[in-house]
């Protein structure tokens, strides 16, 4: 079956101004993920949701990024006013389970997010 | 931040040979993952030890935990050019919900 798609797979913005990425998880998965992972380093956690209710975004770095999954299956991730500091891939992930962490996660392609 | 910190961060072998990559993090921890990560693409799961696990293998890959030195190893046998990758270390940590905490990889290339 299909996996984890993401759009767009690029994106260039100038700075200030304002992107979403989106995501769509595996059907029926239950849990999504939302990770940031800059040039040379490891992903770092953003934000999860249990189908429409985001249960977690202490890992979001500021109230410029927002997350919204609202019918429990695509999701979007929204940066306002985007930075340079913003520039990373952004990578979306599913797990069918609601508790991710005794589920494999299955990762999308990401969005790479250049900002100028 | 990073939980874990992968070691070393850059391998380059030749085919056939074998390839270690270690990987150490900081708390306790529910279950320690490993991911391949080829150029421009996604994360692929490989493999998930829990933490009361010891070893554990799939194929070609043999994964070790030591849970009194906060210590994985992930042993890749018989390599192959299509095992050039980044190879992660990821860990669900007890209390901290569902995310995973990732290290910084080690970028493996296996040389024809």
């Known amino acids: 079956g299909a996996g984890v798609s993401q759009s767009p797979r690029y994106k260039v913005a100038k700075r200030g101004q304002d992107v979403a990425l989106r995501c769509d998880p595996i059907s029926g998965h239950v849990s999504l993920f939302w990770y940031q992972q800059a040039l040379g380093q490891g992903p770092e956690f953003l934000t999860y949701?249990?189908?429409?209710?985001?249960?977690?975004k202490s890992g979001l770095p500021s109230d410029r990024f927002f997350a919204e999954r609202p019918e429990g299956s695509v999701s979007t991730l929204k940066i306002q006013r985007t930075q340079q500091e913003d520039s990373a891939v952004y990578l979306c992930a599913s797990s069918v389970k609601d508790r991710g962490w005794t589920d494999t996660q299955y990762f999308g392609p990401g969005t790479r997010l250049t900002v100028l | 931040s990073q939980q874990g910190e992968e070691d070393p961060q850059a391998l380059s072998i030749q085919e056939g040979e074998n390839a270690t990559m270690n990987c150490s993090y900081k708390t306790s921890i529910n279950n320690l993952q490993w991911y391949r990560q080829n150029s421009g693409r996604g994360l692929v799961h490989l493999i998930l030890?829990?933490?009361?696990?010891r070893e554990k293998h799939s194929g070609r890959l043999r994964v070790t935990l030591d849970t009194s030195k906060k210590s994985s190893s992930l042993l890749i046998t018989a390599s192959r050019a299509a095992d050039t990758a980044s190879y992660f270390c990821a860990t669900v940590l007890n209390n901290a919900g569902n995310m995973l905490t990732f290290g910084g990889g080690t970028r493996l290339m296996v040389k024809p």
């Open positions: 030890i829990r933490s009361n696990e």
């Open positions: 949701f249990q189908n429409e209710a985001q249960l977690d």
